[in-house]
């Protein structure tokens, strides 16, 4: 069974690798826009990320660890956050960081 923590894990792991975007879930090779579902895919938003990590964006998982990560970065809008003109993978990285940690303790 998948946990939150995983969920968290498996996401920053898919930035820090393959990419982080802004403005969209996820793009292709050539920048377009693109499903994060699709193996093409390679870079993603943070919420596009989590929904790759949790296969779907309606599981209890996602719900979670969104949470888990918006207490991490004091605001329920990932997106917005996401995309602020100023952020940075380095940003988004350790804001996973922090929401990994904070569901290390809580265990």
Known sequence: ????LQVLKKA???IETKGWTQG???RDEDGNSI????????CFCALGALWRA?????SDLV??????????????????????????KEDVLA?????????????
Request: charged share 40%; glycine share 2%.
């Open 12 to 14: 920053r792991k898919l």
């Open 24 to 26: 969209v879930e996820a």
């Open 35 to 42: 499903d994060y579902r699709d193996e093409r895919a390679i």
């Open 63 to 88: 719900v979670d660890a969104r949470a888990t990560l918006a207490s991490c970065v004091h605001t329920d809008h990932i997106i917005d956050w996401n995309d602020r003109k100023r952020r940075t």
């Open 1 to 4: 069974m998948t946990t939150v």
């Open 54 to 58: 949790a296969d779907g964006f309606e």
């Open 95 to 107: 804001a996973f960081d922090r929401a990994i940690k904070k569901v290390t303790r809580e265990k």
